[in-house]
């Protein structure tokens, strides 16, 4: 690389834009558009009887009332199970539109499509419909003691049962390895749901046009090549017919992925059947009920270990909330069992875990997928360890950390793609060492009694993960060099807020030795690059960011095949800087790159001032040979794929200090500290903000946020007045510091930092609230009111 960019602490460039109300987001788009709304479920479990729409025909504006027997062929049909597992014996999705049965409150029953919302709205609340009422079930063991059904088919309401098991070395089972063990403990851990909040709710905008019998659909999406295939095929239109955009995205955070909703069908679907432009926009309680819920699990651990703290078993049962459906499969629950192990050396493993229906909300991803119940269910392991044993909690863990020398560490378990748990590479006790230093571990116990004197109550905790990312199968990065010297990248996935028009930016800069302000970045436009995967998982950087690098490379190779040429000299002589081809040892002897942009065309109009001075320049190539040779293409561009053998294992540990108010028990964080791992950093800020809002979102699921359901599966706190976030005002500063261990496994030895942040915080503040109270910490998330409840339960308040 001749430009240092990658590695630079470069200011995100689409911040202006974004910062100053220049964004376009779905809302903004289509202003002349119909709009659509639905009628949704107001029961958690029903039988459709009938629906009467008569009272909505006269609707001033009213254009189109759809039920699911207006759905055409496959657009009827269930939506698709995305990731089929031979343990989801019972996989079920929804309909776009509820056929017979409702089975959560906000499922869509019935599309209105109107002038304008408002007008739809008040469609919508003319339709009348008949529901006989069916026993709901809350709760996954209230799921599995009810003889009450979600699905009439599925017996006992579990959708999946899975074991694995990984021997020790000397080949007990984890039963055998913790009867054995001189110590051993057992402990029930309650998870409760959240959601992925975004600023922005889903949407989408469609329009079709009938000259062309194509449609070109933008959608709030995370990943706009899923959405496109599926339109496609549900619709039964061709593939090229069919345009995906995600326009400016406002966060996703998992609920914006892969997997089609009924409104990226439905609405183009509507634009097709009425000729019209069609939009629906997401309002925030359709969010709270209709889209999609996670974290909510019951854990059950065996633990034995030995008089060092070493687990030498470990057996963790799992019930897992899945909601109504399982649009993903069992992803969520496969990645909590496979990635609870963290950077620990276990002696045995057996993980079970069911999958199990309730009349609530789906569960999917949702930033972490799966790993902050895994790291909460391990951490706490290990903090139980330590206090039965009387040891540093800090010690304990380094115990039982895979060392530098022992990589790639084969966990002995398969991976949520299928493939084994092999860790690539990582220095944990490194980590753990950088993090004592820096939230003062060692200072702790001193500061802690200072306090205590003074009648306060401190506690520190910490938590360590690992986190497999950039997972495949693929994706694809476009470099195009223009006649003005300009870099035009596109990539297929989508941004929601990552900064990607400053890091890809910066990867091909750093690659072709440009200036950063000459590239130019497209994201999630299926006009530009159609085949990707998306945004999820942690993957962008390790994904596109490795794929945009091969295609600079091969763009540069070619760039210094005909400047070699035009200059008479030996390509490996030559180098690129500042956007100029130069010849080692010859300071006069150069050519910038635009102009090695149009020599690479041989039709070379001159349409611009570049263009002319390039073709008087050089007669670009010999007489003797074709204008084109074989193999070859015009244009100095060049498309690549990456595709990893394996996920790439990222890392992390943090640390913090609360307090409890020994008289309200209000928890309040004083300090928080991370030490993150993600291999080679390509823009260290970036990926510190990723990180903060992590933790934000972290100390949301770990003291505010939860999914309150009655009985009757109505969801009570549907609105941000009764869902608490955390503001500013209780999100501590985070103090972060890297460490950088290269991935072997790609060209650019980077690993995901996308999801890290939000990992273990729910661990880490259970680890320094227990710390501060003296007593087991066993739920997430913790309330004053609750804290102050255990108080009583324990005796000490
Ligand atoms: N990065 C870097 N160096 C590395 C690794 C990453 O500079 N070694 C940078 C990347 O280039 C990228 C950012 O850090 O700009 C995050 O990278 P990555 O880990 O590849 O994650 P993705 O870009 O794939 O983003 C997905 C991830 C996920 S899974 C969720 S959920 C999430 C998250 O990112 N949703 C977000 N962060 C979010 N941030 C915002 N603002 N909005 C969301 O919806």
């Known amino acids: 690389m001749t430009t240092k960019l990658f590695g630079e602490p470069v200011q995100r460039r689409e911040d202006p834009r974004l910062l100053t109300g220049q964004g376009r ?27 009467d729409v008569s009272g909505a025909l006269d609707v001033e504006g009213l254009v189109a009332i759809y039920t699911w027997e207006d759905l055409p062929g496959r657009a009827g049909q269930p939506l698709p199970l995305l990731i089929p597992h031979p343990a989801l014996t019972h996989g079920r999705t929804a309909y776009p539109l509820a056929k017979d049965v409702v089975r959560h409150v906000g499922e869509p029953v019935v599309m209105v499509v109107a002038r304008d919302r408002y007008l739809a709205e008040d469609a919508c609340a003319l339709i009348e419909v008949d529901y006989e009422f069916l026993k709901p079930v809350v709760g996954v063991e209230e799921a599995l003691r009810s003889g009450n059904l979600v699905h009439e088919d599925v017996p006992d309401n579990v959708g999946a049962h899975m074991v694995q098991e990984v021997p020790s070395a000397d080949g007990r089972g984890a039963a055998e390895a913790i009867e054995a063990a001189p110590y051993s403990l057992e402990f029930r ?9 975004p600023l922005e709710g889903r949407g989408v905008y469609a329009r079709w046009d009938a000259d062309d019998h194509s449609l070109r659909v933008y959608s709030s999406t995370q990943t706009s090549t899923s959405v496109r295939m599926a339109i496609a095929a549900t619709l039964g239109l061709p593939l090229p017919k069919v345009e995906v955009i995600a326009p400016d995205v406002g966060g996703g955070f998992g609920v914006k992925i892969m997997h089609p909703w009924p409104e990226e069908i439905l609405v183009p679907w509507a634009a097709i059947t009425l000729g019209r432009e069609v939009k629906w926009t997401e309002d925030r309680r359709e969010h709270f009920i209709s889209s999609a819920h996670e974290r909510a699990q019951v854990q059950q651990v065996k633990v034995g270990f030995d008089g060092e703290g070493h687990v030498l078993g470990l057996d963790v049962t799992i019930l897992h909330d899945h909601g109504a459906y399982t649009p993903y499969g069992i992803i969520v629950p496969i990645i909590t069992s496979t990635q609870l192990l963290g950077p620990y050396r276990i002696g045995a493993y057996r993980v079970e875990f069911s999958s ?10 949702y930033r972490g997928a799966g790993r902050p119940q895994g790291v909460f269910c391990m951490e706490r392991t290990m903090d139980h ?17 895979i060392q530098p020398d022992e990589f790639p560490y084969d966990q002995g378990m398969i991976f949520q793609d299928g493939r084994p748990l092999i860790y690539d590479s990582g220095d944990y006790p490194e980590s753990l060492r950088m993090l004592k230093e820096l939230i003062d571990w060692d200072g702790f116990p001193a500061r802690k009694a200072e306090a205590a004197a003074r009648g306060r109550r401190l506690g520190i905790g910490i938590g360590c993960y690992v986190e497999g990312t950039g997972v495949g199968p693929y994706e694809g990065g476009h470099v195009q060099v223009t006649s003005d010297g300009r870099v035009h990248v596109s990539t297929g996935l989508t941004s929601q807020g990552q900064g990607h028009e400053t890091v890809f930016a910066q990867i091909a800069a750093s690659e072709l030795g440009v200036p950063l ?18 945004t999820f998982a942690s993957r962008a950087a390790v994904m596109s960011g490795n794929a945009i690098a091969l295609a600079c490379r091969k763009v540069r190779e070619k760039a210094l095949r005909i400047a070699a040429d035009a200059l008479e000299a030996d390509p490996r002589d030559l180098s690129i800087t500042d956007g100029v081809v130069h010849v080692a040892g010859d300071p006069r002897a150069s050519i910038p790159l635009a102009t090695v942009a149009v020599l690479s065309n041989p039709l070379r109009y001159a349409f611009d001032e570049e263009a002319k001075r390039a073709t008087q320049f050089a007669g670009g190539g010999s007489a003797d040979r074709p204008p084109i040779e074989e193999g070859d293409e015009p244009g100095l561009e060049g498309r690549e794929y990456y595709s990893p053998i394996r996920s790439t294992f990222a ?6 200090i609360v307090e409890t108010d020994p008289d309200t028990a209000e928890i309040t964080i004083l300090r928080y500290a991370v030490v993150h791992d993600c291999g080679n950093l390509i823009n260290p800020m970036i990926v510190e903000g990723q990180i903060h809002g992590g933790v934000a979102q972290g100390v949301g699921g770990a003291l505010y946020e939860r999914m309150v359901y009655d009985q009757h599966g109505q969801l009570l706190n549907a609105s941000f007045m009764d869902f608490l976030m955390p503001y500013v005002t209780e999100v501590p500063a985070v103090e972060t510091a890297h460490l950088e261990t290269p991935s072997p496994l790609n060209p650019l030895g980077i690993k995901g930092a996308g999801e890290a942040g939000v990992i273990p915080v729910s661990a880490v503040i259970a680890s320094a609230v227990e710390d501060a109270e003296d007593f087991p910490i066993d739920r997430m998330p913790l309330s004053p009111s609750e804290l102050f409840d255990l108080r009583s339960r324990h005796g000490t308040g």
């Not at 009387?390 to 950390?401: E, I, K, Q, Y």
């Open 189 to 197: 851990l309650d998870i409760e749901r959240s959601a992925s909040m």
């Open 356 to 365: 199990v229906y309730t009349n609530t909300v789906q569960v999917t991803p």
């Open 25 to 51: 987001y779905l809302d903004d788009l289509g202003p002349g558009a119909l709009a659509a709304a639905f009628v949704r479920s107001p029961h958690a479990h029903a039988r459709i009887r009938d629906i």
């Open 385 to 401: 360890i330590s206090r039965h044993l009387g040891l540093d909690r800090a010690a304990v863990r380094a115990a039982n950390f």
């Open 517 to 534: 302000e000459r590239v130019s970045v497209v994201t999630g436009d299926t006009r530009r690059f159609g085949y990707a995967v998306g």
């Open 651 to 656: 890392s992390g540990m943090h640390a913090a």
